[in-house]
């Protein structure tokens, strides 16, 4: 049986999801909500799916999921929402910024028996996941010091960064996220530095945008993270999981794999330097897996507990770095 | 306008061309002709196309190109019937194993003043696209000495081979190809040894395994290419090119971009291991090229004359193994 | 002028600069102080220099310099002792494992106007020394964040853990300096988590083999330190500095730098596993600049101050492991 | 027993080679013979040792082996005058630069059963023994293919190249006999192209500068040497090994291990660009074989004949460059 999915939204992620569930054979893209006609119709034509309102496709018989991809405020409402109306949902990170609401929000999606996958596209990265595989097969014994290098190409504008819930909640979280995934085990303490280094303006918006996180579980075992908002080179994202008996880390990815020898050196270039590049596979991965497991009846691999957990990772860390004392998180 | 595609051929290759059209925004895929019933169907389902006869297309006022996926056998003919309707032709390599009648099918398409693209797709692949625009770009200074480094995983089927061209035809003439593309000049010189190392059956099949040739230009620019039929690591698959300023290659494609540090030491998986993975993003490519030309009125960017180009050279290399002197090709 | 040395102590570091002293056309061996005859005896012949008693080099006119490598416990007595006696200094770090007694010894060289250069080798690394140039060129900018990576192949006997001073003072104190050396910038602030995941009878030991700090200046500048004292990959030196407007980063040394494609994979060998055999160059380099130093009448250029200092942030990353709290060190 | 040696030559070489004799605890530098008297006192100073004529060291008794580091034309007398001394000899490649005069060398040797070693000292290089000792331990299986990538910084002066014997017995030389050392095997066919591409005043010498070469065996195993004389990144020397069961390679080494990350990519220093820093510890290692084999009594592990069947080799590339076609070296 094919799912049939809506998708809420068609910027940017909505557009990548589209792609991504015309690539699904159990899946089949029926309709597109979007307040914008043109971007809806580009898809609808693309695609060859329905326009309709948030209103008809909740009220819908001939819709199974629902993709939402509008603006992270409007998160917790749909999800509830859609959950009531017996849709599965696949919602992008975060639920919401505030952890109360998102809280509720994921009550109530246990409550009436919802489905709810996170949108931590990261885990569904093919070298990620290859680490991850290398970890579970037991390759490098019991994980103890886990190392992740996130490091965005530039700050995003002064009026993102005002809504965007600060680093910790907005940028770190996806570190959280992998670190939970990888450490398989819960964070106990949270310690962290954060400075504004790029922008003095970011310190005016009361944001950071350097920071280094340890998080410590209770068996000892610890993940630091290192975030800028700037790197030159592109879009720094690594893992380094150091176990018993080895270790095994997964490489950036270049604009292009050659290399230029000259009388200057050896040259690379530079790291690709947009998420939805970098990321292409994952964005395709997560929507696979969230048709895989609804359509064999089985729970998503990131659920709203997940995406629950990492915000309150990133309030502990808030609260860390101001007060240069380790947080327990939750 | 959009172009209307018809695929000839729901095999291996034609699956993959049938994915790159319904990616393409300025392309349809209109049309599969395929005798196994079962495969036409698959193709037909999935994007939404015709199932028709070979005739039916080439009598079709509806179809603007084809692409012909068919057996080696069949591209002589097929070619030359389908340019004579007015169709622009995409044709995997070979013309045809026979130069002679490579040749004439050359002629009769240029004589029909009809379009045809020749598949060699490692032209467009991402990285060697990156490698070809810093030679374009000067950055290396005049191209002086290029090293290609071209193995397969492993040894095709003895069948396979038998029908092959051997090869120089079968294996190489895809480095021959790439030669011509760096070198920027045609190759006056060809000299090659060829053993049997990996299965005595192939010998006995009048065929080599094994292989090195340089190639020269009449300005003294070298070029060698090693190839093997069997490389435990994978699809070996790499560029270098020295110049007067400097030099640039390309690296290998692994399995996933992780390394896993032991007591054993630092290892990397294997290289992917099959051509149509390693070369994913060129087969994307070379239709992407092949509809931008066709929908500009441009000249396709790889010809009948580069295919017939490259099967002289693996002509002169079959001579020059068999003798152990060099041999001006064509 | 040839410099006059006599180096105290005959276990493996003092053989060490025995060599290095012995390479440098500014020096000379002069005489050789350790109790054990066998060990005194094969530095003598080898380097053609005296076996000589510690209180017979303190009172000889034909010493102009010494090398201390005795035992930590003896090192701030030595220390006053010998710049007392108007010779240049030259000591394996610490000056003492009490920060108290290492303030008193390094007074006591100031009062008497001593010269006097901490061993510590790492800066004199010749990889790490070009990523210090390059920092110092301007290349990567401003400096923001550091990433120290630094594992142990294996834990040392319990017996020389329990006399270390802790992974902070004995493992660690090396990070602090290059951090310090690096960082450009005092540190004001010391965050850390500490695990025992090795062995557990390091917890016994009242000791830690799993740490993360985390050193902040008063700009903001951040520095993490990764420690483990167990790599089975082999002994892991890694540094890297994010700057604005770039990064530099020095890779690993391994045992050989060859790599094995096999169908397994990629294989490199292990890292070198040995401090001694990783830090060769480094270490021929700190002799070099304190021979360099002192006949051109130059401040060392790591000096007991530098020591200090190091011991200060280990101190600082004891108690921060203990409270999770921040802590402010000196 | 102590081997006391001479050296004969206080050039760059000779310099190199002092050096390491004084680090060999089996050896002791004896004796200095050269016609410049600063550079002799210079070694004779630093090291301890005697300054003597040629004539007195032939006729010495305290002399057991001497290290040729006179100009070529001289090699092959003293070689024939030391070894009817009875010393054991080493002397830097070549034996002579006709082949005729160094087959009666060779032949005189081994009539007064004398001790000759020849300087090829890449195979002491500690990654290309590594990489041996991958292939011999059977790791990638049986040799099948070798890749020889040898490029040197720059042309050297044109008077060298003129007495030089061309760039096949000058440089290749070398390529050569690591091709024998690897292959495991005679070679029994060569084939070469040759071109000028750096310097047309090369041609007007009767020179190449850039030169393929194809060497196959009676197995069929083959090995291409790739050599240019002008590689703007400096020293590039590379080997590849692929088998039955797998490839072994060894990397290049770069002027300091760094990378540095900017928006205009990933940049490595350039390599080494000289032989004696890129070869610095092959050419200790060759020094320390020499006395270890004359000190056991044991043949030295690249012989004379090795020297001449090198020497031959790269008479058939000549003539093969010449030609076009494949000639029979010997």
């Known amino acids: 049986m094919t799912l049939r999915i809506a998708i809420l939204g068609a910027g940017r992620i909505g557009q990548v999801h589209a792609r991504a569930v015309a690539s699904e054979p159990r899946a089949r893209l029926a309709a597109i909500a979007e307040p914008a006609p043109e971007a809806a119709r580009a898809i609808a034509e693309r695609y060859g799916c329905a326009i309709r309102s948030?209103?008809?496709?909740?009220?819908?018989?001939?819709?199974?999921?629902?993709?939402?991809?509008?603006?992270?405020?409007?998160?917790?409402?749909?999800?509830?929402?859609?959950?009531?109306?017996?849709?599965?949902?696949?919602?992008?990170?975060?639920?919401?910024?505030?952890?109360?609401?998102?809280?509720?929000?994921?009550?109530?999606v246990d409550e009436v028996g919802g489905t709810l996958m996170l949108?931590?596209?990261r885990r569904f990265d093919p070298d990620f996941m290859a680490l991850k595989q290398t970890i579970d097969a037991g390759t490098i014994g019991k994980v103890e010091m886990i190392t992740l290098t996130s490091r965005d190409p530039g700050p995003p504008p002064h009026d993102y960064i005002r809504r965007s819930g600060g680093i910790f909640r907005d940028m770190t979280i996806h570190d959280f996220d992998v670190a939970r995934w990888l450490l398989g085990e819960e964070v106990t303490r949270v310690q962290a530095s954060a400075s504004v280094l790029t922008d003095p303006e970011i310190a005016a918006l009361g944001d950071y945008d350097s920071a280094n996180v340890i998080l410590t579980t209770a068996s000892g075992t610890q993940c630091t993270i290192t975030n800028t908002r700037r790197a030159t080179y592109g879009y720094d994202q690594r893992i380094e999981v150091h176990g018993s008996l080895g270790a095994v880390s997964a490489r950036n990815q270049h604009r292009a794999e050659i290399e230029v020898a000259t009388a200057g050196g050896y040259l690379r270039p530079p790291l690709l330097d947009f998420f939805m590049t970098r990321y292409t596979a994952a964005y395709a991965g997560e929507i696979a897996a969230f048709v895989a497991a609804v359509s064999e009846g089985r729970r998503p691999p990131t659920t709203g507990a997940d995406g629950l957990r990492a915000l309150e990772l990133a309030e502990a860390a808030l609260e860390a770095a101001r007060t240069g004392n380790a947080v327990t998180p939750g």
Chains 1, 2, 3, 4 share one sequence.
Do not use: N
């Open 54 to 108: 948030i209103d008809e496709i909740a009220a819908a018989d001939d819709i199974d999921a629902v993709i939402i991809c509008t603006p992270t405020d409007t998160h917790a409402d749909l999800i509830e929402r859609f959950a009531r109306a017996g849709k599965a949902v696949f919602c992008e990170k975060p639920v919401d910024l505030d952890v109360a609401r998102a809280r509720r929000c994921i009550a109530t």
């Open 119 to 121: 949108g931590f596209q």
